[in-house]
């Protein structure tokens, strides 16, 4: 069975920073992309980054770009959102998720729904 | 950057009605890259259907897809207690890869 576990989580001022991990079990984590999802207190869905099984291709929503970065260890099988000048708005839950990997004939193809997802952390920026 | 807009925002229905849940794009794209998630309060979303119209592992065939273009629909046949939640359609052709704003399928 595939588990994500977030952690990293907590209270930070504004214009601070935070490192998110996430940590995944029961799959070969290299293979597969993986997502950050956030949603604030009340709020729906959103999708704030994604990473390709490699590292080498990552995806930011406009409203963190420039801020925050993606990265992982495949050797630990962890997921890392780097998070900084935080702002008020960026407080949410944040899940990491994973995507799906499908193949063309012997062509490798990432898709970025996410069909395993962790139980969040909780991130709160206020002074 | 392809915005999804969901309607009804609430859905209001009694366990066994038939419910429909829309997702309309700002821009066509292929069904190929559309996804519906159910959320209930306190948990994590759990995926429902990937490609428009295929159910993911373990999802009740109650559940069914369909769309294409720019018009989504998320069909519940029958509502059963566990299927009250919020839903969200979610657009992965290419980044950003964005969620609509939710339907809540509340008890009448």
């Known amino acids: 069975e595939v588990q994500l576990l977030e952690s990293g989580g907590g209270l930070v001022q504004p214009g601070g920073s935070l490192r998110l991990s996430c940590a995944a079990s029961?799959?070969?984590?290299?293979?597969?992309?993986m997502n950050w999802v956030r949603q604030a207190p009340g709020k729906g869905l959103e999708w704030v980054s994604g990473i390709s099984g490699s590292g080498a291709i990552t995806f930011f929503a406009d409203s963190v770009k420039g801020r925050f970065t993606i990265s992982r260890d495949n050797s630990k099988s962890t997921l890392y959102l780097q998070m900084n000048s935080l702002r008020a708005e960026d407080t949410a839950v944040y899940y990491c998720?994973?995507?799906?990997?499908?193949?063309?004939?012997?062509?490798?193809?990432?898709?970025?729904?996410?069909?395993?997802w962790g139980t969040g952390t909780t991130v709160t920026v206020s002074s | 950057e392809i915005v999804l807009t969901q309607s009804p925002g609430t859905l209001s229905l009694s366990p066994g009605e038939r419910a429909t849940l829309s997702c309309r794009a700002s821009?066509?794209?292929?069904?190929?890259?559309l996804a519906w998630y159910q959320q209930k309060r306190g948990q994590a979303p759990r995926l429902l259907i990937y490609g428009s119209s295929s159910r993911a592992t373990g999802i009740p065939d109650r559940f069914s897809g369909s769309g294409s273009g720019t018009d989504f629909t998320l069909t519940i046949s029958r509502l059963e207690p566990e299927d009250f939640a919020v839903y969200y359609c979610q657009y992965y052709g290419r980044s950003p890869f964005t969620f609509g704003p939710g339907t809540k399928v509340d008890i009448k």
């Open positions: 821009q066509s794209f292929s069904s190929s890259y």
């Open positions: 029961g799959l070969t984590f290299s293979t597969y992309a």
């Open positions: 998720a994973k995507a799906v990997l499908d193949f063309f004939g012997v062509v490798k193809i990432d898709y970025y729904y996410m069909d395993v």
